[in-house]
């Protein structure tokens, strides 16, 4: 079983549409949750931190469930920029020092117009 | 600016010449990480390293070294390069704890014929 597993996608939606991801990890030592977004062969950058209570960004809202070892982001009024790759994160807990990073393999998002 | 600067971006190297792929960084990060992705596997770790002289392997440091003699470089050596090294490289940085944000460098596209 992967530590972190993803949907791969793709997901074709249009312009406006909300669209929900799911991630589901395997490291119960697992301290901290990540959103990171990868466009086309360029460099994973950080969309958003995921904490406990739930957290919103704009039109990014993350949830964290501990208890089933979930973690969920939701995009609302999807824009043709938001199409890219969504990486799931979570840190290795004390595996590599608290720093380690255990991505998922992403799920492809395309918005069209 | 910050950032995470890796050289060189693309390369295309032949069955066991020894390169070098650099990575620099100057946000004073204790932290920094070697990646590789590959398709439908997500990023993996290759090695790490938490200080100056201190470095650790990740999930597959197996024909790949590094070396943290300063705090800002973490070059990763590939001394007798093979086809199954060919892969997108990324370097990355943060400070210590689970909650900092690793950045990323811009990536390495390495072909190994």
């Known amino acids: 079983r992967k530590e972190v597993e993803q949907d791969p996608g793709p997901f074709n939606v249009p312009e406006g549409a909300t669209v929900a991801f799911n991630c589901t990890y395997s490291?119960?030592?697992?301290?901290?949750f990540f959103w990171y977004r990868q466009d086309c062969r360029k460099e994973p950058k950080l969309l958003m931190s995921v904490y406990s209570s739930g957290n919103e960004d704009g039109r990014f809202t993350a949830q964290l469930n501990r208890a089933s070892q979930y973690i969920s982001l939701l995009i609302r009024d999807s824009k043709l920029s938001d199409s890219a790759t969504y990486l799931c994160v979570v840190n290795g807990g004390f595996s590599g020092g608290y720093n380690k990073l255990i991505f998922g393999a992403g799920t492809r998002l395309a918005v069209h117009p | 600016e910050a950032q995470v600067t890796q050289n060189p971006r693309y390369l295309i190297t032949v069955t066991g010449k020894k390169l070098t792929v650099t990575c620099s960084q100057n946000?004073?990060?204790?932290?920094m990480s070697w990646y590789r992705q590959d398709p439908g596997l997500g990023l993996r770790q290759i090695y790490y390293?938490?200080?100056?002289?201190?470095?650790d392997k990740g999930d597959v440091p197996e024909g790949y070294k590094v070396s943290r003699k300063e705090k800002r470089n973490f070059p990763l050596i590939l001394e007798s390069p093979s086809p199954n090294q060919t892969s997108l490289y990324f370097c990355a940085s943060s400070f210590l704890g689970p909650e900092n944000i690793q950045y990323f460098g811009a990536g390495t596209r390495l072909s190994v014929l």
């Open positions: 390293s938490m200080n100056v002289e201190v470095t």
């Open positions: 946000m004073n990060h204790e932290y």
């Open positions: 490291n119960s030592a697992s301290q901290s």
